[in-house]
């Protein structure tokens, strides 16, 4: 361009960094029959297992009993599962099918194309379904409940650590464990039904908060790109800190934004009690014209164990059920509350932010390890615990049957993409250019960095798997426009 006769003025801006972007949310997860009989199946199955180990639940020949008669092994579980079509990629199951739909499943399936028992369990990140069952985060997940109170604003990025360690005690009861305490003084996690009710009763950051207090006291390095040769260090423990509640906080507005869009999901618990009435016709002829007769008519036809399983833990937890009320996703306890989806929906949310804040924000290159107090390895994985954490808040949802598997998929991506933006948002006001690498949920080698405009702005580029890519989710225009000529 002739730069003597033609002058861009760079528009969408104002003074002192960017306009804030605002999440586009998606639409709902597009399910087919197929793939809605798949979800309504795992539901169940995870149902079945809520007081299996987590030690166990990778062993095939784990016997699971759920009265005097009746009992099932993990591998016949499994094999209920793997006959339906989904799964098989059989017949009409492939014909309306989304993109989504087909992610969704081969993030489920080994390399070989099988559903597995981790596959069953740890689907929601990629890489986490050969991981172990838990993070180990869970065990500097300390409770404090005294220290909660009603608090304000969080404190300014610049404010004494005191200042943050406080707001954060009373915003969630989050508190530093002790480096010395035993581990049974921490917070083992046995089963899947123990690991619902730590989540259940606890505010939605406190795991994370914990962990990263832990992280920040044992004086946890930062990602290499955060600290450029000559420059000022732009990151602070205060700062970790402020970001995560500024995630935090962006969540809470997104799920509210979500929950009162119209074509959100029906509740789980609503979806099962209306195939229960299907399923308890019997031999009665199902009309097809309908998605979820199809649904009933292919868990009949591949799944009838698995039917017969959650019908007998219903009569079992409670006397005197019949017919289409033996269908029903199983409550934890008689006397539970079911929770709310703005509820759920907010634990999954604020989980994929703060795990892909804290990928972002430490280094999580292969080499280093942190060794915490109970465990008995080298050390650990910063960035690989934080994606399993986020699969167990994932997993909490699907347990006790909040949530659709396919759901709580696509909410870890849009905290993920909230992450992303809060970081954009920080680097621009940056007065030296700086650079993240991580992996996000999908597998994906991320790199965001910042850099000096010829203009003299500081912009912030996302690349993925080194190409340069829009950041996710963004409502705005995809870069400078001509303004004046």
Same mark, same amino acid.
């Given at each position: 361009?002739?730069?003597?006769?033609?002058?861009?003025?760079?528009?969408?801006?104002?003074?002192?960094?960017?306009?804030?972007?605002?999440?586009?949310?998606?639409?709902?997860?597009?399910?087919?029959?197929?793939?809605?009989?798949?979800?309504?199946?795992?539901?169940?199955?995870?149902?079945?297992?809520?007081?299996?180990?987590?030690?166990?639940?990778?062993?095939?020949?784990?016997?699971?009993?759920?009265?005097?008669?009746?009992?099932?092994?993990?591998?016949?579980?499994?094999?209920?599962?793997?006959?339906?079509?989904?799964?098989?990629?059989?017949?009409?199951?492939?014909?309306?099918?989304?993109?989504?739909?087909?992610?969704?499943?081969?993030?489920?399936?080994?390399?070989?194309?099988?559903?597995?028992?981790?596959?069953?369990?740890?689907?929601?990140?990629?890489?986490?379904?050969?991981?172990?069952?838990?993070?180990?985060?869970?065990?500097?997940?300390?409770?404090?409940?005294?220290?909660?109170?009603?608090?304000?604003?969080?404190?300014?990025?610049?404010?004494?650590?005191?200042?943050?360690?406080?707001?954060?005690?009373?915003?969630?009861?989050?508190? $530093? =464990?002790?480096? !010395? #305490?035993?581990?049974?003084? @921490? *917070? %083992?996690? &046995? +089963?899947?039904?123990?690991?619902? /009710?730590?989540?259940?009763?606890?505010?939605?950051?406190?795991?994370?908060?914990?962990?990263?207090?832990?992280? $920040? =006291?044992?004086? !946890? #390095?930062?990602?290499?790109? @955060? *600290? %450029?040769? &000559? +420059?000022?260090?732009?990151?602070? /423990?205060?700062?970790?800190?402020?970001?995560?509640?500024?995630?935090?906080?962006?969540?809470?507005?997104?799920?509210?934004?979500?929950?009162?869009?119209?074509?959100?999901?029906?509740? %789980?618990?609503? +979806?099962?009690?209306?195939?229960?009435?299907?399923?308890?016709?019997?031999?009665?002829?199902?009309?097809?014209?309908?998605?979820?007769?199809?649904?009933?008519?292919?868990?009949?036809?591949?799944?009838?164990?698995?039917?017969?399983?959650? +019908?007998?833990?219903?009569?079992?937890?409670?006397?005197?059920?019949?017919?289409?009320?033996?269908?029903?996703?199983?409550?934890?306890?008689?006397?539970?509350?079911?929770?709310?989806?703005?509820?759920?929906?907010?634990?999954?949310?604020?989980?994929?932010?703060?795990?892909?804040?804290?990928?972002?924000?430490?280094?999580?290159?292969?080499?280093?390890?942190?060794?915490?107090?109970?465990?008995?390895?080298?050390?650990?994985?910063?960035?690989?615990?934080?994606?399993?954490?986020?699969?167990?808040?994932?997993?909490?949802?699907?347990?006790?049957?909040?949530?659709?598997?396919?759901?709580?998929?696509?909410?870890?991506?849009?905290?993920?993409?909230?992450?992303?933006?809060?970081?954009?948002?920080?680097?621009?006001?940056?007065?030296?250019?700086?650079?993240?690498?991580?992996?996000?949920?999908?597998?994906?080698?991320?790199?965001?960095?910042?850099?000096?405009?010829?203009?003299?702005?500081?912009?912030?580029?996302?690349?993925?798997?080194?190409?340069?890519?829009?950041?996710?989710?963004?409502?705005?225009?995809?870069?400078?426009?001509?303004?004046?000529?």
């Amino acid at each position: 361009m002739d730069k003597a006769r033609f002058r861009v003025i760079a528009g969408g801006r104002r003074q002192g960094g960017a306009v804030r972007p605002c999440l586009q949310l998606p639409p709902p997860p597009v399910m087919p029959p197929s793939e809605l009989a798949a979800e309504i199946a795992e539901l169940y199955a995870l149902a079945l297992i809520r007081d299996v180990p987590f030690a166990a639940l990778q062993d095939p020949h784990h016997a699971v009993w759920i009265d005097g008669s009746t009992r099932f092994t993990l591998h016949e579980l499994l094999c209920e599962m793997r006959s339906l079509g989904w799964f098989e990629r059989r017949g009409a199951a492939l014909a309306r099918e989304s993109e989504g739909s087909r992610q969704r499943r081969a993030q489920r399936l080994n390399r070989e194309g099988q559903l597995t028992l981790g596959g069953l369990y740890s689907w929601a990140v990629a890489g986490q379904s050969v991981q172990g069952p838990i993070s180990l985060f869970h065990w500097v997940d300390r409770s404090a409940p005294e220290l909660q109170d009603i608090v304000g604003a969080a404190p300014d990025a610049e404010a004494p650590m005191s200042a943050w360690v406080d707001w954060v005690a009373r915003q969630s009861g989050a508190a $530093l =464990a002790v480096p !010395t #305490a035993e581990a049974d003084a @921490l *917070s %083992p996690l &046995g +089963t899947p039904r123990e690991l619902v /009710a730590r989540l259940q009763a606890s505010h939605p950051c406190r795991v994370y908060y914990n962990a990263a207090l832990m992280l $920040l =006291a044992r004086g !946890t #390095a930062f990602d290499p790109g @955060l *600290s %450029p040769t &000559g +420059t000022d260090d732009p990151v602070s /423990a205060q700062r970790v800190l402020a970001l995560m509640a500024e995630a935090a906080e962006r969540a809470f507005e997104t799920v509210m934004r979500r929950q009162a869009r119209a074509d959100r999901l029906s509740p %789980p618990m609503v +979806t099962a009690a209306r195939l229960g009435i299907l399923l308890a016709r019997g031999d009665a002829p199902l009309d097809k014209s309908d998605s979820l007769h199809e649904v009933a008519d292919e868990l009949q036809t591949y799944a009838p164990n698995l039917l017969h399983w959650i +019908t007998r833990m219903n009569q079992q937890a409670q006397k005197g059920l019949r017919g289409a009320m033996t269908y029903l996703l199983p409550e934890l306890t008689p006397e539970e509350v079911p929770p709310q989806p703005s509820d759920s929906a907010l634990q999954v949310v604020v989980a994929g932010a703060l795990s892909t804040l804290f990928k972002a924000l430490f280094d999580t290159r292969p080499a280093p390890r942190l060794r915490m107090a109970t465990d008995p390895e080298p050390g650990i994985d910063i960035g690989g615990e934080a994606d399993r954490l986020a699969v167990d808040i994932a997993l909490s949802r699907t347990v006790c049957g909040a949530q659709m598997p396919a759901e709580t998929h696509q909410n870890l991506r849009i905290g993920e993409a909230l992450a992303l933006q809060v970081l954009q948002g920080w680097m621009l006001k940056l007065a030296q250019g700086v650079s993240m690498e991580m992996t996000d949920f999908d597998g994906c080698a991320l790199r965001i960095e910042s850099y000096l405009r010829s203009s003299g702005e500081i912009a912030v580029a996302l690349r993925r798997d080194g190409r340069p890519v829009r950041f996710p989710m963004v409502a705005e225009r995809a870069s400078a426009h001509l303004a004046v000529i």
